[in-house]
Every structure is written in structure tokens, then in C-alpha cells.
């Protein structure tokens, strides 16, 4: 039996798994032109990013549950908690990058600040402009923090799986309704169009979060596990299966309509927002509650402390880092792979791990 705020190792060192097959997406080393089937597929490789949508749904139920009840301690301290967690290195390192920027005079001045401030606020999520500005990933913390910020109001909702489902129609509703209303108006491609808001934004993500909370609440008892219990051990396989089956379903999708990324048609976000959601879950319930080697793997040492520091690898490993590395290390894609690894651990362990204990142990309400 998995205890309430039980730390549950082999959920972080999946998230090194993730994080490193998203990396492998953005720096695709296969040709497009001599090995078009190859390149596709790893051009499908944004679809780890929904495991990161489920696990936070998961762990945020899991660890800080008692924000339902609304009260001003428990609020406090969780805001406090995802503001260390968060806001230190995404504000260092987007100044960071946006500084280099004004010194090579990569941009137009004006343009450059509206840049930056869309960056730092997080707001370029939400903006088809400029989503890919600055630290191009970030754009999912967006929908993180969306999803952060309403976390008590979720939690203090969802008492039922009714209530759960309803959330979710509820979210998409309210995507439709914000994009009918912004896409008649030219505002910087805040909400241009509906496949816009459905992947790069929280109202098109709602089924994920949704799927972690699911899990989260089956541990705390509120919930029946379901499908997932009756599949006891096989959990993992059906999980896997689900997952490759999305995997090539995105491939086929993308060869049929001609399209780099089947994100970029319905029949492609369907699968990766809902169908590839339900997968994870099976496998991440056999994480959770039994053992296999795929579990002591991930929940090893090595893989535990790789994935604590995939907050820093993920930032860096399309930022000014990547070009430092390719322009004073190599340009060969294990070297820079293994190389950004070393620099984000090094970099979660001197910053971002330090700063996050001083802003928790100053501002904690104990």
C-alpha cells in the first residue's frame, strides 16, 4: 500500500527517460531527406511532454492534497513551494538568454523587451507569436503553472469521478470559448485558433493533469482504481503497448497528412492529448504500487538523481548551453547529450536545488 505523500522513486527517474527523448526530438539526428521514416518518428518524440502533464497531476494530488480544504497555512506554504521550485532558474536563465540576446543584437529593441516580458510572465504560452521565444520548451510551463494556480479549486471540486469528468469538459469549454472570443481580435496570437489552445496551452491538457489526479486519488482512497486494478501486474505491459501504439498512430498520422508533427492535425492531438494519457497511467500505476525491473530500474540511485535534475535539462538543453557546448565541445550528439546532462546536473545541484531550500526555509509558515 502506497502511503499518502509517499515519495515513489521510480516517478522521478522516469522523468529522465522523458526528458532525454524529448531532447533527442528537438536535436533529431536523422536526415529527412535519406531516412524520412526514422526522422518522423523522432519528430514524434514531443509526446513524452504528456507524461510530465500526467506525473504533475499525480504528484501535486499526491503531496499537497490538503490545499482542498482552502486554508490560508496550506495555501501559502504550496504557493511558496512551486514558486522555489519554479520561478528561481526560469528567471536566470530566461535573463540570461534574452541578455545575450540584446548584446549580439539578434532582435529589434522593442520587440526584444515585449519578448522578454511575454517570457518571464510566462504569458507567451498562451501566445502562438511568441511561444517559441527565448527558451523555446518553456512555453509548457505555461500550462504548468495554469494548472498549479488552480490546483485547490481542482482538488476542492473533484470529490467524485463525476466531478472529475466535469472539470475536464469544463476546461475544454472554456478553451473554445476564450479562443472564439480572442482569435477575432490580432492580440500578439494570444489564442489565434483552436489547435493553438489545445496543445500548447492548460484548456487543451485538462484529460492529462486529470489522469494524474485519477491515480493520486486512487492511492488516497477516494477513488476505485478500476480498469487499472483489475489489470493488477499487467498494468505495465498494457501501459507500454498503449504507448508504442501512439507513438506509431502519430508516425502514420504524419506521413498521411504530409505534416512533420501529427500535433499539427486532429486525428494527432487526439492521440497524444487522451489516448496516449491513458497509457501512461497504466504504466505509472505499476510503477507505483509493483515491482519489475523496469521499476528498480528507474527507481535506482542513478536514474533518481537524473531525473531530479531534469527541470534544469530541460530549460538548457535548447538554450545558450546548447550553443556553448556544439561551439566549444563537439558537435557529435552523444557528446553534447552527455555533456548537457553533466552541465544541468551541475547546474540543478550549485543553483537551482540551493535556491529553492534558502526561498523554502525564509518563507515556510511552520
Avoid at 529527412?32 to 507524461?51: D, G, H, K, M, R
Avoid at 482542498?68 to 526560469?90: D, M, Q, T
Avoid at 501486474?233 to 512533420?260: D, E, P, R, T
Wanted: aromatic share 22%; proline share 2%.
Amino acid at each position: 500500500m502506497v502511503k499518502e505523500k509517499e515519495f515513489i522513486p521510480a516517478l522521478t527517474g522516469i522523468r529522465a527517460v522523458c526528458a532525454y527523448c524529448i531532447f533527442f526530438y528537438h536535436l533529431n539526428f536523422f536526415s529527412s531527406q535519406t531516412e524520412q521514416n526514422a526522422f518522423i518518428i523522432l519528430n514524434q518524440f514531443y509526446t513524452f511532454l504528456t507524461f510530465f502533464f500526467v506525473l504533475s497531476g499525480f504528484i501535486i494530488c499526491h503531496k499537497y492534497y490538503e490545499i482542498s480544504s482552502l486554508k490560508k497555512k496550506y495555501l501559502y506554504n504550496y504557493f511558496v513551494s512551486r514558486v522555489a521550485r519554479v520561478f528561481p532558474i526560469l528567471f536566470i536563465l530566461i535573463s540570461i538568454t534574452f541578455f545575450l540576446q540584446f548584446i549580439y543584437k539578434t532582435d529589434a529593441l522593442p520587440h526584444l523587451f515585449k519578448s522578454y516580458f511575454y517570457n518571464i510572465s510566462l504569458l507567451k504560452g498562451f501566445s502562438s507569436d511568441y511561444k517559441l521565444t527565448g527558451i523555446g520548451p518553456s512555453w509548457s510551463m505555461s500550462v504548468e503553472e495554469l494548472f498549479y494556480l488552480l490546483s485547490p479549486i481542482i482538488f476542492s471540486l473533484t470529490l467524485r469521478i463525476s466531478s472529475l469528468l466535469k472539470y475536464i469538459f469544463l476546461v475544454y469549454g472554456l478553451g473554445v470559448l476564450i479562443t472564439f472570443i480572442f482569435s477575432k481580435f490580432n492580440l500578439d496570437g494570444f489564442f489565434s485558433n483552436y489547435m493553438f489552445t489545445f496543445y500548447f496551452t492548460f484548456f487543451g491538457r485538462a484529460f492529462e493533469f486529470a489522469c494524474g489526479i485519477f491515480l493520486a486519488l486512487i492511492i488516497r482512497g477516494r477513488f476505485e482504481a478500476g480498469l487499472l486494478g483489475k489489470a493488477g501486474k499487467a498494468s505495465m505491459y498494457i501501459g507500454l503497448l498503449i504507448i508504442f501504439i501512439c507513438i506509431l498512430s502519430l508516425y502514420l498520422i504524419a506521413h498521411a497528412y504530409h505534416q512533420q508533427h501529427a500535433n499539427d492535425t486532429w486525428p494527432g492531438l487526439i492521440v497524444n492529448n487522451i489516448i496516449m494519457p491513458i497509457g501512461i497511467s497504466f504504466l505509472f500505476y505499476h510503477l507505483i504500487y509493483f515491482k519489475s525491473l523496469l521499476q528498480r530500474f528507474l527507481a535506482g540511485p542513478i536514474m533518481v538523481a537524473l531525473g531530479s535534475a531534469t527541470y534544469s535539462f530541460y530549460l538548457l538543453h535548447t538554450s545558450f548551453m546548447l550553443t556553448w557546448i556544439q561551439k566549444f565541445i563537439s558537435h557529435n550528439i552523444l557528446v553534447t547529450f552527455i555533456s548537457m546532462i553533466v552541465v544541468s546536473f551541475c547546474f540543478y545541484k550549485i543553483v537551482e536545488q540551493p535556491l529553492a531550500k534558502i526561498i523554502r526555509r525564509k518563507f515556510f509558515l511552520h
